[in-house]
């Protein structure tokens, strides 16, 4: 939650002219001081949106033989972004290109994205890990850090070292301002610190003493200098507040929709997601997302009924305890199977009801999907290649990958006739179907080493009857456990009472 304190006089009674002016020369002094290249992280947002502005606005002022080295821009598309803003930062960078182009300015526009094993559907449809959580918060590193981290330690690595510009401010938060004070203490010079993540980077953060009614000043009176309309961002995050204001002079008890947060809309560590609740509810111009909105409620789904979709065992096959209860491991095939019709029917709605800028969107890639389909078949050995079935069925198109059946163990009637035999047996049904499968990927080798150990490693994931079962064979493992460690002392004391003086 922000903790944003509004200034009775704006920019501390300055000027805008007057501070903008200042923070220009300051960032020609510091981009012309040396040839460390700059990185300039870029959201789509209104803080990302004027420190970049603020940057291209001083380029443009110094002579174009002082324009001597690049200005990247990056911006990191999770691939689960809020549509509009998606869209929005995509068509932004693309009008930054042009400009950079046209106007001779060093800035090059990059977007980022996760590799294709890191992103949310890989993970949570093909590997089932559940929807993410704040103690199990696996989404951020994957899907955000490590794009631009990978960016940013080439441009160090081709460079030495780099600077990167962002539009932090400390009244985003308390956190912020906590961050941001800790590392003003090792400070180069003013608002220039080191980065505590990073080697050889430093963090240079020009309105890091903003309010976000002085961002919002300066981005409706200074025109977007690369051509993409303010006045647009203005209303995208106008949309996102429940009161459909944005206001810039504003007295105490009116609220800022500075504190408007996109994100992921398949976020589940907030409660709910209010920014794309207020689009969905603004008028019929935002209905569109409301298939998003349900999906989003469904996967943030907790107690009893999540236990339901996961299973009772962890990625590995082991059983672990939290207490005397079960720590539930993956989702299931069944729930992973659910999840993937309900992403491909709603992406259908989306694009049969989205405004033209959005038709052609994709809540997941082409390139998810074969990495989904290799994960079910190869490394869970769910030999039935059910994914291009579920397309098959939700889109009313043909899956665009190759038939397996030359490398899967089991053709579908075989995999029926196995389901027949094991009676309703869930647990044996797919202990028997991943040993067939581990005979399969054996066969074909010269050397057959490690056969064994992944054949007892399939017969140990469904040695149990059910999850009651392994309930009682966890909880008498633990006591016995127990029981040993506290016989250890008396052991050794015994061992020490017989030891010769």
């Not at 995050?237 to 944005?246: K, M, N, R, V």
């Not at 067939?436 to 992944?454: H, P, Q, Y």
């Not at 909880?475 to 029981?483: D, H, P, Y």
Request: net charge negative; charged share 30%; hydrophobic share 35%.
């Amino acid at each position: 939650m922000s903790t944003a304190t509004r200034r009775a006089v704006p920019f501390e009674g300055s000027s805008l002219a007057k501070v903008t002016a200042d923070l220009k020369e300051e960032i020609r002094e510091l981009y012309t001081a040396d040839e460390v290249p700059w990185v300039i992280g870029y959201s789509g947002g209104k803080d990302s949106t004027a420190t970049l502005q603020l940057v291209w606005l001083a380029l443009q002022e110094l002579p174009a033989e002082q324009r001597t080295k690049t200005v990247y821009v990056i911006s990191t598309d999770t691939l689960v972004e809020n549509p509009v803003v998606a869209s929005w930062v995509s068509q932004s960078l693309e009008t930054m290109r042009q400009a950079a182009v046209e106007q001779q300015l060093p800035i090059e526009p990059n977007r980022l994205t996760p590799k294709v094993q890191d992103t949310f559907w890989v993970n949570l449809i093909g590997r089932g890990y559940p929807a993410p959580r704040p103690k199990f918060r696996w989404c951020t590193e994957r899907m955000k850090i490590r794009p631009s981290n990978t960016f940013i330690r080439k441009v160090v690595r081709r460079h030495g070292e780099a600077i990167l510009v962002l539009g932090i401010r400390k009244q985003e938060s308390q956190a912020r301002a906590r961050a941001m004070a800790k590392h003003e203490k090792r400070r180069v010079q003013e608002r220039l610190s080191p980065n505590g993540n990073l080697p050889n980077s430093l963090v240079y953060s020009p309105i890091e003493d903003w309010s976000n009614d002085e961002v919002w000043t300066f981005l409706m009176q200074q025109p977007n200098p690369w051509g993409h309309p303010n006045k647009d961002l203005l209303t995208m995050y106008q949309s996102a507040t429940e009161d459909q204001e944005c206001p810039l002079v504003v007295d105490d008890s009116t609220p800022s929709c500075g504190d408007s947060r996109f994100g992921c809309w398949t976020c589940t560590l907030v409660d709910q997601d209010k920014s794309m609740a207020a689009m969905v509810n603004s008028g019929e111009e935002m209905v569109w997302m409301a298939p998003l909105l349900k999906l989003r409620d469904k996967l943030d789904v907790s107690g009893e009924e999540e236990h339901k979709l996961r299973d009772f065992r962890k990625m590995n096959g082991s059983i672990q305890l939290f207490g005397e209860r079960i720590v539930h491991g993956p989702y299931t095939q069944k729930a992973r199977e659910d999840w993937l019709r309900q992403l491909l029917e709603a992406q259908s709605r989306v694009r049969a009801d989205a405004p033209e800028y959005v038709r052609g969107i994709e809540l997941i890639t082409t390139e998810e999907l074969h990495e989904i389909r290799r994960l079910w078949v190869f490394e869970k050995h769910e030999v039935e290649d059910s994914l291009p079935r579920i397309y098959k069925e939700e889109t009313g198109e043909d899956f665009p990958g190759r038939p397996l059946d030359e490398h899967l163990a089991l053709g579908a009637g075989e995999i029926d006739l196995l389901r027949e035999v094991c009676d309703g047996d869930d647990l044996l049904f797919t202990t028997a179907r991943e040993l067939l499968e581990v005979e399969r990927k054996f066969r074909t080798m010269t050397r057959r080493s490690g056969l064994f150990e992944a054949l007892e490693k399939t017969v140990k994931r469904g040695f149990f009857e059910d999850k009651a079962d392994a309930h009682a064979y966890a909880l008498k493992k633990k006591q016995l456990n127990e029981e040993i460690a506290d016989r250890l002392p008396l052991i050794e004391d015994e061992d020490s009472a017989d030891a010769p003086a």
